[in-house]
Antibody
């Protein structure tokens, strides 16, 4: 069974930093690109970032470019998202999502990030 | 960026009824479209990929069609478990984009 366990969310002040993690099991983590997708409270889905199988590429949404950094450690089957200079509109549940030719086949359970003073 | 326009944003339907949700892309995405179902407090669940392929374990009452810029998700006979929010998603190119969602409510 594939499991994606996201962690690291919490309450942070505007301008602060947070690092999310997503631990994967039940699949060959190193063979697939992985994404972060977020959802603000009561809103729709927004793609945030993707990283290639072997850290060979990374892309970001314009809204987070220059502030967020995606990374992965295939030896630990773990995905990360370093979030700096957080803004109130970054408040959302952040999902890690395994990419395949079918879109997103596996989603994590999400971790809530709240940016507020 | 490829814009995804989903309609309607909300629909009310009865158990046993037929439901159709439309998604339009701002440019051709061939068949690189997926549909997801999301229930409150839960992660989305993949229903349909490459526009018309049914994900394993998804009931056959769900179907997808379309290519290019116009896509449809159909639920042939709505069941109580189907009341949820549905999203389309283009994965032809980054940045990936999603439709704004369609909430299916009980009539």
């Amino acid at each position: 069974e594939v499991q994606l366990l996201a962690s690291g969310g919490g309450l942070v002040q505007p301008g602060g930093s947070l690092k999310l993690s997503c631990a994967a099991s039940g699949l060959t983590f190193s063979s697939q690109p992985v994404n972060w997708v977020r959802q603000a409270p009561g809103k729709g889905l927004e793609w945030v970032s993707v990283i290639g199988e072997s850290n060979n590429y990374a892309f970001y949404a314009e809204s987070v470019k220059g502030r967020f950094t995606i990374s992965r450690d295939n030896s630990k089957n773990t995905l990360y998202l370093q979030m700096n200079n957080l803004r109130v509109d970054d408040t959302a549940t952040y999902y890690c999502a395994i990419q395949s030719w079918a879109g997103i086949g596996y989603w994590g359970q999400g971790t809530l990030v709240t940016v507020s003073s | 960026d490829i814009q995804m326009t989903q309609s309607p944003s909300t629909l009310s339907a009865s158990v046993g009824g037929r439901v159709t949700i439309t998604c339009r892309a701002s440019q051709s995405i061939s068949s690189w479209l997926a549909w997801y179902q999301q229930k409150p407090g839960k992660a989305p669940r993949l229903l349909i990929y490459v526009a018309s392929s049914l994900e394993s374990g998804v009931p056959s009452r769900f179907s997808g069609s379309g290519s290019g810029t116009e896509f449809t998700l159909t639920i042939s006979s709505l069941q109580p478990d189907d009341f949820a929010t549905y999203y389309c998603h283009q994965y032809l190119a980054y940045p990936w984009t999603f439709g704004q969602g369609t909430k299916v409510e009980i009539k």
